[in-house]
């Protein structure tokens, strides 16, 4: 299950970044991936080298990508706080977790809103940030 979920999160994340690319480069990656096959540990690596390509037309923390909790959803299970790598999310002294570090998000990432068992993370519509991704 665990799997599936980040699967759904990678393919999503691909997917954004698939949107935000130019199309000779869209066509570029898509045949790498072509000829990656089935190959998921390239597909990651293809991936990895758009993403050292990618940058921001904004300073991270004037872009307010990062996931809202809802507090009558949330059930402090923690699943988002041990799946998120950057330490976005903070288990306060109430046993309340919250969005501590809102910019460390990864742009475009929604991968701990997939994983919430609890349906009580939500984004902003992803289309309204294409607009601040470009490549090098
Ligand atoms: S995964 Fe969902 S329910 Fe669990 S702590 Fe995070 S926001 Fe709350
Ligand atoms: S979207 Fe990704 S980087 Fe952002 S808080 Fe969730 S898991 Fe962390």
Redesign the pocket.
């Known amino acids: 299950m665990a799997k599936s979920k980040n699967k759904k999160a990678m393919r999503k994340m691909g997917q954004a970044m698939m949107a935000t690319m130019p199309l000779q480069m869209k066509v570029h990656v898509m045949a790498k991936m072509l000829l990656a096959g089935n190959d998921e540990d390239k597909h990651r690596k293809i991936m990895e080298d758009v993403k050292q390509k990618r940058r921001f037309t904004l300073p991270r923390d004037q872009i307010e990508w990062?996931?809202t909790i809802d507090h009558h959803k949330c059930q402090s299970c923690r699943v988002?706080l041990d799946?998120?790598?950057?330490g976005?999310?903070e288990e306060d002294d109430h046993d309340n977790i919250t969005v501590s570090k809102p910019y460390?998000?990864?742009m475009l990432?929604?991968?701990?809103?997939i994983q919430c068992p609890h349906d009580a993370i939500s984004f902003p519509d992803r289309k309204d940030f294409y607009r601040y991704v470009y490549y090098v």
């Open positions: 990062y996931p988002c799946f998120c790598p950057r976005v999310f460390e998000c990864v990432c929604s991968g701990c809103e």
